[in-house]
Structures are given as structure tokens and as C-alpha cells.
């Protein structure tokens, strides 16, 4: 089983990315979807998250008004729309499953397997130059 975050990339200030969580091996449509991001030498954030049938998103207030959390569980694949992009969002983004965001970007587990504690996928690292 493996999630992979995919669609990062350099932009400048004030540009748009689309990132895309896919997964090989399960099937998402069942988890809460949740975006993370990493700067360098800051600890993981949390971002955004999606329930599992897309009507109820969250987003930590950093990001609030400028990203969009989506999901096509057709598809399987999660998607995050980030606009407005600033250099403080410069970060390697991660996506897993069954993670509550919330707004201060802190975030607490709620899957029931255990000390696995849900499934990260390879992060995409987003560079916005400023």
C-alpha cells in the first residue's frame, strides 16, 4: 500500500499548483483524506483534510481562502488546489489518510489501526520564490 503526492514544483509568488495524492494497493474512498506540509527545519503542519465522501473540508488558517481540498474517489486520488501561493508556503507536502486538521495546523489521528497511525504517502516538495 502506497500513497504518492505528486505536482509540485517551482512557481512564483502569487502563482497556482495543483497537487495530486494518489494511493496503489487500497482504495481511499473509505479514509479521510488529510494534506500535511514540512518546511525546512519546521515541523509537519497540517494543512487541510476531506471526509471520505468529499462534503466537509478544513483547512488550517494559513491557508484558509487560498487552497481547496478535493477528492475524485472514482479516481482515487486526492487533490489540493493551492492559489495565491506566498514563499512561506514552501515546503515538501504530504498527503495520509485519517488525519483531523485543524485550524492552528495542529492535527490528531482517527483511524483505528493502531500504532500505524494511517498512511503517509512520499511528499512533493513546492518552492515558491519570491
Known amino acids: 500500500v502506497q500513497l504518492q503526492a505528486s505536482g509540485g514544483g517551482l512557481v512564483q509568488a502569487g502563482g497556482s499548483l495543483t497537487l495530486s495524492c494518489t494511493a496503489s494497493?487500497?482504495?481511499?474512498?473509505?479514509?479521510?483524506m488529510s494534506w500535511f506540509r514540512q518546511a525546512p527545519g519546521k515541523e509537519r503542519e497540517g494543512v487541510s483534510c476531506?471526509?471520505?465522501?468529499?462534503?466537509?473540508?478544513y483547512y488550517s488558517d494559513s491557508v484558509k481562502g487560498r487552497f481547496t481540498v478535493s477528492r475524485d474517489n472514482a479516481k482515487n486520488t486526492v487533490f489540493l488546489q493551492m492559489h495565491s501561493l506566498e514563499p512561506e508556503d514552501t515546503a515538501v507536502y504530504y498527503c495520509?489518510?485519517?488525519?483531523?486538521?485543524?485550524?492552528?495546523?495542529?492535527?490528531?489521528?482517527?483511524?483505528?489501526?493502531?500504532?500505524?497511525?494511517?498512511?503517509w504517502g512520499r511528499g512533493t516538495l513546492v518552492t515558491v520564490s519570491s
Open positions: 495520509a489518510t485519517d488525519y483531523l486538521v485543524s485550524e492552528d495546523g495542529s492535527y490528531i489521528y482517527i483511524g483505528d489501526d493502531g500504532a500505524t497511525k494511517g498512511r
Open positions: 476531506i471526509s471520505s465522501s468529499g462534503d466537509r473540508s
Open positions: 494497493g487500497v482504495s481511499l474512498e473509505n479514509y479521510v
